[in-house]
């Protein structure tokens, strides 16, 4: 694969799974499952992080099936208002050993996610792409080092 094919795609959208806790659960499963399988058959990488009103998402991969899933992803009832943060061509991949990393919801609940939402003013369109990536990127590399299991 050419290194300039390569694109990433930022989003946050509003969560609209609802139900208790074990029906979330159940959801989020099951997308994560369905994710790292198709997201693999692609070559699609990335990171997944939602609280009880957003979802963040990074995508990587080649462009046309980055487009190809994220038209699949913009469609699902399971979320709505989808915002992209960000989209631009990259040299190298920063989640490339995740077919879909998985934020818990305990991390995404905590102080960071926390504080970009009430900095923006609740308000997505505040949202900078960066800022989620770095979010994700951040909780990820800690997970990992605590050897914790914030990453599933
Ligand atoms: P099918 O399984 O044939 O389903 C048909 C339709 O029903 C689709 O619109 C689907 O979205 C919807 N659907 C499926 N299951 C449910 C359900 N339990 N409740 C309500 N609606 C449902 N897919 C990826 O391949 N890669 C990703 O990285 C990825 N990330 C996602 C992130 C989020 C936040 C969400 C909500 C979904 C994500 N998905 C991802 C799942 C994606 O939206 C599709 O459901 C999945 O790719 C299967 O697509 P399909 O066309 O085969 O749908």
Known sequence: MMAQDLYRLIYLSNNEITGDATIIQQEIRQILTISRQRNAEVG???ALMFNKNCFAQVLE???DQLQETFERIQCDPRHSNVIILNFESMQTRHFS???MAYVSQEAADSVQFARIQRDSGF????LTGERIYDLLHVHLQAAEKNNSNQVY
């Open 61 to 63: 991969g080649p462009h």
């Open 97 to 99: 050993q995740w077919s």
């Open 123 to 126: 308000d997505p369109n505040q």
């Open 44 to 46: 699609i990488t990335g």
